[in-house]
């Protein structure tokens, strides 16, 4: 206390709660965590491709009889079980050769930041594709293929950055959306091809960035410390100015 009155102590303002919220970095984890990560998303997305093509030659086999029987039926409610099986089925050798190559990419890049959460990014958009196809699709069509998948794979990863705020996710998901900017073209209505479930499997993985965005803890932040206090604590003013308290009897 100085001899004026005024605290000795240094009154330090309180930071903002969300000061280190608004950071921006290059990701969670070291170096070691986030490839561990990406062995398992590489040998996940080879397992993944593995099975479709096993089942593509079964099928294929069977003249395509699995692609017809648990492909999507617009609107049937018998058919609603499909939007599972769908993704798994194909129509020829050209459709999963065009849904294989992006599926892998799209794929490992979705998941090399964690499988765990990569896992329920799927279940969003297979859903999110599979209903849309279900209910926008026109009722004499079979709809069925990864492209769905795929797209909402390829929606989760270019906006995955922004809600994560991970630079190095950001520039991973402006160049796919430059390099892959041709599969918008197929958003568009087409004969033959099911938009719909593009559409609905693109809002279902930008859907998950939001959903499934890294939340991390504020920081706790200091308490606002008044003028005149020293250390939280109020110390009483004394000098001439203030008049003492008075003397008891005897003094």
Known sequence: MTGNGRPAGQVTPARGRDAARGRWDLGPGDAESIL??????????????????????????????????YGIRPRDIGSLPAIFSAPFLHF??????????PLFIFGFLAAYRGVAKFAAVTVVVVLTSGLTAWLAEPSVTVGAGASGVVFG????IMVRGFFDRHVIDMIIGAIMALCFAYQFTVLLPQAG????AHIGGLAGGVASGWFFRDRRPRPA???VTAAGTTAGRNLPRTGPDVPGKPAGPGS
């Open 36 to 69: 561990a990560e990406a062995r398992k998303a590489f040998f996940v997305m080879a397992g993944v491709l593995a099975v479709l093509w096993i089942i593509q030659i079964a099928n294929w086999a069977d003249h395509y009889r699995l692609t017809y029987e």
């Open 153 to 156: 794979y390829f929606g989760y």
């Open 221 to 223: 932040g200091r308490p």
């Open 193 to 196: 091809i099911g938009w719909q």
């Open 92 to 101: 020829s050798w050209a459709h999963i050769e065009g849904n294989s190559g």
